[in-house]
């Protein structure tokens, strides 16, 4: 009964926050131009500041040990793992190409800052979210350096290595990475009025997110593109964190470690795919669509996954 609750604490602060985006946008408090421009700001300031504060406070880069390169290590290779996995089963059969993108994006990139953080702190609190800040140090650039390379690779343009280079580095999420590391290189320390405005900015961010992505959920022509949507569902919430945890579990992770990388693979398809992918001539349609049934799915498969974690005794 303890193991279920905790569970059931994990998902559902979660599932009432994006009920009440739903909600929202259903009385027409928000609607699509609000929620645009919302969706930037969480996006451009607010996740970006908690990603920020959540680098800076590692404090020094002495928090990279040995058994955190190793976990840095690992997350870095399951995603391409992830990634050439999922290739391997729609390249063969997927002859638009616009559609493949979005599904192998679909499949290893994940919704991992804003519920990463909300897992690993339901279940160990902020002691926990230091592990989840270094693993944002290598996955959050490579999700969205993958992105761009694979829907650039396999859109109708002519491919540019600059536009390549220039996407990446305007990802906002990447240079809030790149700005705490250099922060804790240097040794500079936020003065307090500073940090206390970042801090009160940075918590903003998760709550107005989930909102946010509960008034977008839309499900489009879901049968049109139905065996796609079971498909990704299917390797994004059950295969992802299947590979994921099973081969960490006998590498010798466990604990934090194993939260910070079941938040990564079994988390929803990253919300900003869908911007990427319409921004990137892809099929926005069907990326949106992903984006909505693996975050409505998702409250029930994170449920099951922490409840099987915890009975099994590996968390």
Partial sequence: MENFLLALNVVLPIFFIMTLGFLLKKIKIVDEHSLNIMNKLVFRVFM?????????????????????????????????VVLFI????????????????????????????????AIV???????????????????????????????????????????????VVKNPLIIATLSGLIFIAFKINLPKPVYKTLLDISKIATPLAFIILGAELQFGNILKNLKYLISVNILRLIGNPLITIGLAKILGFEGIELVALLSMSACPTAV????????????????????????????????CWVLLLKNLGWI
Avoid: C, H
């Fill in 48 to 80: 970006s500041t908690l990603l920020f504060l959540n680098v800076y406070n590692i404090g020094d880069l002495s928090a990279l040990s040995m058994d955190n390169l190793k976990l840095l290590g690992y997350a870095f290779i399951i995603i391409l």
């Fill in 272 to 303: 900003s795919s869908y911007t990427m992918a319409k921004e990137m001539d892809a099929d926005g349609d069907l990326a949106g669509e992903i984006v909505a049934t693996t975050s409505l799915l998702s409250i029930f498969t994170i449920f």
């Fill in 121 to 167: 702190d339901s279940i160990y609190g902020k002691e926990g979210l230091a592990t989840v800040s270094l693993l944002t140090i290598v996955v959050i650039p490579t999700f969205n350096v993958l992105a761009v390379i694979i829907l650039e690779y396999y859109s109708d343009r002519e491919i540019s290595k600059l536009k390549l280079v220039k996407q």
């Fill in 86 to 117: 999922a290739w391997l089963i729609y390249m063969p059969k997927v002859k638009d190409k616009r559609k493949l993108s979005v599904l192998i994006q679909g499949v290893y990139r994940g919704n991992f800052v804003l519920f990463g953080l």
